[in-house]
């Protein structure tokens, strides 16, 4: 169940951040980049998260800290 709540955490955080390409503050460009290079390499990752024998989830908390 923690592994669940893990992931939906995940996606929640992915998707309140979505629009982030929208914004135009000065000195957020930095934080935006970053935030879309952790994005990007989190669904690059290319093994199955629900799989609960693997430990490899905690890659993907690296999103929502």
Do not use: C, P, W
């Amino acid at each position: 169940m923690k592994r669940i709540t893990k992931i939906a955490d995940m996606i929640s955080t992915m998707d309140a951040f979505a629009g982030l390409d929208d914004v135009r503050i000065e000195g957020l460009e930095t934080v935006i980049l970053q935030y879309e290079s952790l994005v990007d390499a989190t669904k690059m990752k290319n093994y199955d998260i629900l799989d609960y024998r693997k430990q490899q989830v905690r890659d993907f908390v690296d999103i929502t800290m």
